[in-house]
């Protein structure tokens, strides 16, 4: 009888144990992060984190979509043991002006690494100051009277004399100390021939 009671006592206590939740090890993933800003020029990335510390590696592949629409599909190696393995996903292409909320879905391989596999993200796609056209004409203008300005300063400025070299500077040197003793050869001259002459008449009138 003691016998029968012992057997019932072990075959609850093991459908006990059966019936308690087993720990089962995977990756979390930390989407805090949920507003992303973006421009209409470059778009922008969003990102998350992924916990697989206690995990084996596995493949995951990412797929952002608005509405029915994928905007973006990414696949990735997450190592194990990595507690924050960040997920990023580039988006140059979005680029609509305005506020979207977009839902990033994740799958994996093996499958059933995550718990929540798919959350939702806001991103606000904002004007780029340099996507506005009229900036590019003023700049456009601006190049114009500047060119204008230095062409009329050119044209305005008296040319300089060509640089000489040293050779043609000594041979200038020459040239202008030969005029100048030639002027003086004839100042010199000058004077002594007309005196010759005046005491030649001179001479002439006594006679």
């Not at 916990?51 to 990735?76: I, L, R």
């Not at 990033?104 to 993200?121: A, E, H, L, Y």
Request: charged share 20%; proline share 3%; with cysteine.
């Amino acid at each position: 009888m003691k016998g029968r009671y012992a057997l019932a006592i072990l075959a609850a206590l093991a459908l006990a144990v059966c019936m308690i939740p087993a720990d089962t090890d995977g990756a979390t993933i930390d989407n805090s992060q949920r507003t992303f800003e973006f421009d209409n020029l470059n778009g922008g990335t969003i990102w998350f984190i992924v916990d697989n510390s206690s995990g084996s590696s596995f493949e995951m592949t990412v797929t952002v979509t608005e509405g029915s629409k994928t905007v973006a599909t990414q696949s990735y190696s997450v190592p194990a043991g990595d507690s924050s393995y960040r997920v990023e996903v580039s988006m140059p292409g979005f680029t609509s002006e305005g506020t979207h909320t977009l839902t990033v879905s994740c799958t994996t391989d093996p499958s059933g690494q995550f718990t929540t596999s798919s959350f939702n993200v806001t991103v606000n796609v904002e004007k780029n100051i340099l996507s506005n056209w009229a900036l590019y004409l003023v700049i456009a203008v601006i190049v114009i009277v500047i060119a204008i300005f230095a062409y009329l300063k050119i044209r305005d400025t008296p040319k300089n004399k060509p640089e000489m070299t040293f050779e043609q500077l000594e041979a200038l040197r020459k040239q202008e100390m030969a005029e100048k003793s030639q002027k003086k050869q004839k100042s010199s001259t000058g004077p002594s021939t007309e005196r010759k002459r005046y005491l030649e008449s001179k001479k002439k009138g006594k006679e």
